[in-house]
Each structure stands twice: as structure tokens, then as C-alpha cells.
């Protein structure tokens, strides 16, 4: 009996002793014990753990666009609204590390007389979001008036104005395009290129005029000072979309699918995300078949994500149901019982898995065919000077530096 009260004596007093030795948010030393509760928990149980948290995160892809919207520009944001879901279906196709990647979309406009004076004429639209129906809402609301065009200050803007991830081994761009000197304005656009690719970020430059202009116009040198790729568009270029025998029904898939998201929240947010949905789905529908089938693919896609979709929620949070409060359930699930919710969350699930599986099979059919009329485009001497042959091809190079793969 003595041994048994010396060892319970040794025990009660090494307990705070190992608490002293790792103060609290420390790592304890190596071979050391931190004690938890009742739990034991050794440093390398604690770093294992912090691993697998890493290992399971998805690689991201962080997106800048800087738009000129002066008075010539027009053309260049009409190509954006329109091509913003063909450049997001190509990213959607990349994996790393066996993991799709999460997108994030960031927006900023620049160059417009609307703007106050003392920002430079620069203002942030959006922060970097994985809403992509806020992007092109973003990109409907935005308007022309001339001004002048400070590409270094906006640069410099967006390196330090958004929440850029810390992983180095994420993907982070800016894209910016105009048609003025890179060299206006108040901020050299070395300091801005050269601060930009510090923090990891490339930064891709798009002339809209002729390639000779650009190049003198040093749109060509902010790129290769960032690490990034020159182009040029013609921003009034007619965009020539290939209309495929599979648009008409990828675009009433696209309006289905609309049925199978439970957002959650206040009511006001709930309401203002579907009508939200439902708007973006007419805004490319108005800019033709070919467009809202391109808008098709993206919902039907991985990059398409709310985080206030319950059915999502659910996949990723088994308790969600629990921890949302009543009201701020989707009206068909307030005042149903836990097993009630769960049937429902999982019916819609398999709705929309169903229709996903619709779209995908009908998205790889109009690719092929896109592809091969392509081919017949290129055989009679066709240029594409649009924007998204541009940010497409520069954005697969950048991925592909980052061990990003392409399907």
C-alpha cells in the first residue's frame, strides 16, 4: 500500500509540472507529455494531427481580375460577363495532389471618372469569394465613364487589399487588362509587379490593341517582372460562340438544379441567394445559348458552391442540422422533426447528384464538339483575339508551374 500512495503521490504531482513545462498555445519539448483533460498528448501526436489537418485541405486557386472600365472599355467587360464561365469550367478541370482545387474570384475596376479621385481611381468590387453568382453579378453591374488608368495602383491594391492564402503552394493571380500605358500613374508599376510576386503572386498582363503596342507600352515587362504571361485581345471582337445540338438541354438542366440548393440563414439572405441564382442564369442566357450552356457546366461542376447550401453543409458537417437554429433552416425543413430534415437534405442530395452526373455527360459531349469545329476554325486561318483564349491559355501554364494538373 505505501508504493501505491508514493506512485499516486508522484502522479498528482507531475501533472502541473508538465503543465508548467508547456505553457499554455505552446508545443511542449520533444519527448515531453502535455496533459489535456485526462488525455496524454505527446508533440508528435499533436504535429501528426496539425499534418493530416493539412494533408485533407484542398489546394486553392485565389483569382484577381483588374478590369479597366474607361470609356473604350465596354467591349472588354461584355467579354468578361460572358466568358467568366468558360475560364472557371477550365480551371474546374484541374487536380492537385489528386484534390480539385477550391476557386476563389476576386474583383476590382480601374480607370473609371466615377471613382474617387484620392483611391486613384481604383475601387475594390468583390474580395476574393467562392460565390461565383456574386462575381457575375459584380460583372452586369459594371459601367464605363473615362478617367484615368493607374495600372501599378491597382496592383499594388490588390497584393495588399484582399486575404491572399499563406500556402505557398496554392495558386494566387492577378489578371489585370486595359488599353492605356502601364506606366501612368503615381505607383512605378516595377515597385507593384515586384511587390506582388514577393508575396507569391503572379501577375498576368492583357493589352487590349495590337501586341507591338503593348509591348512598348510595357504591358509585356509587368508581366515577366511578376512571372506571368503577355497577351493581347481585340476587346471589340464579335465573340463567335459555337452553338453544339446540347445547349438547349444543358441550360434547362442548369434552371433543374436550381431546385436542389437549401440555403440557410436569415431570410432575407436565403431569399437573396436563390433570386440571386435565378438571375445569373437570365444574365447569360441573354448573352445567348452557348453562354448559359457554358454557365450550365459550371453548376453542374465542383468550382459551383454556397457556403450557406445546407445540402453541402450536411456533406461536409454531419451536424449542421443540429447546430443551425429553426428559423434560419430552409422553409420546407423549420419545424420538422431530426429524421424529417435528414430525409430531406439526403433527397435532395440525390437530386442534385443525378442531375451533376446529366450535366457532366452533356458538358464532355459539347466540348468534343466545340473541339472539332475549332479545328475546322483554325484549318480556314481564324484568330481568337478573346478574352478568354488569353486568361485560358495563361492561367494552364501558371497551374501547371504549380504542380497543377489538367484532366
Known amino acids: 500500500m505505501p508504493r501505491l500512495h508514493a506512485f499516486a503521490a508522484a502522479v498528482a504531482i507531475s501533472a502541473p509540472l508538465a503543465l508548467l513545462a508547456s505553457p499554455p498555445g505552446s508545443e511542449p519539448a520533444s519527448g515531453k507529455l502535455r496533459i489535456s483533460g485526462t488525455a496524454i498528448i505527446t508533440k508528435e501526436d499533436a504535429q501528426e494531427k496539425k499534418q493530416e489537418k493539412k494533408a485533407a485541405r484542398a489546394p486553392r486557386i485565389d483569382l484577381c481580375l483588374l478590369l479597366d472600365t474607361s470609356n473604350s472599355m465596354d467591349g472588354l467587360i461584355n467579354q468578361a460577363r460572358a466568358q467568366l464561365w468558360k475560364v472557371v469550367n477550365d480551371l474546374a478541370k484541374c487536380r492537385k495532389d489528386g484534390k480539385s482545387p477550391e476557386l476563389r474570384v476576386a474583383l476590382y475596376e480601374y480607370g473609371n471618372q466615377g471613382l474617387p479621385s484620392d483611391g486613384g481611381w481604383v475601387r475594390q468590387v468583390l474580395p476574393l469569394t467562392d460565390n ?28 495588399q487589399g484582399l486575404e491572399w492564402s499563406k500556402n505557398d503552394r496554392d495558386l494566387k493571380l492577378i489578371v489585370i487588362a486595359g488599353n492605356e500605358p502601364f506606366t501612368q500613374g503615381p505607383v512605378d508599376y516595377k515597385k507593384a509587379c515586384g511587390a506582388a510576386v514577393a508575396k507569391g503572386i503572379v501577375v498576368n498582363t492583357i493589352f487590349c490593341g495590337p501586341r507591338s503596342e503593348g509591348i512598348t507600352t510595357q504591358w509585356e515587362d509587368g508581366a515577366k517582372i511578376a512571372d506571368g504571361t503577355y497577351s493581347n485581345i481585340d476587346q471589340n471582337q464579335q465573340i463567335a460562340e459555337i452553338r453544339t445540338p446540347f445547349d438547349d438541354d444543358l441550360s434547362k438542366l442548369s434552371v433543374q438544379i436550381n431546385g436542389t440548393f437549401l440555403f440557410f440563414g436569415r431570410a432575407e ?14 444574365n447569360a442566357a441573354g448573352l445567348g445559348g452557348a453562354i448559359a450552356a457554358d454557365r450550365a457546366a459550371t453548376k453542374g461542376g465542383r468550382a459551383y458552391r454556397f457556403r450557406a447550401d445546407l445540402v453541402q453543409e450536411v456533406a461536409e458537417n454531419e451536424a449542421a442540422l443540429k447546430e443551425i437554429q429553426d428559423e434560419e433552416l430552409p422553409e420546407p425543413l423549420q419545424g420538422k422533426s431530426e429524421n424529417e430534415k435528414k430525409a430531406i437534405v439526403k433527397e435532395k442530395a440525390a437530386e442534385r447528384d443525378a442531375l451533376q452526373k446529366k ?29 478568354d483564349a488569353a486568361l485560358i491559355g495563361a492561367l494552364r501554364e501558371q497551374a501547371e508551374k504549380k504542380d497543377f494538373s489538367f484532366e
Open 132 to 159: 461565383l453568382d456574386d462575381i457575375s453579378e459584380k460583372l452586369f453591374a459594371l459601367t464605363t465613364n473615362g478617367g484615368d488608368e493607374y495600372c501599378g495602383r491597382v496592383i499594388e491594391a490588390a497584393t
Open 269 to 282: 439572405e436565403r431569399e437573396s441567394l436563390s433570386l440571386n441564382q435565378a438571375a445569373q442564369d437570365s
Open 359 to 387: 450535366i457532366a455527360d452533356l458538358s464532355q459531349k459539347r466540348d468534343a464538339y466545340i473541339a472539332e469545329e475549332r479545328k475546322k476554325q483554325v484549318a480556314a486561318g481564324e484568330k481568337d483575339l478573346s478574352l
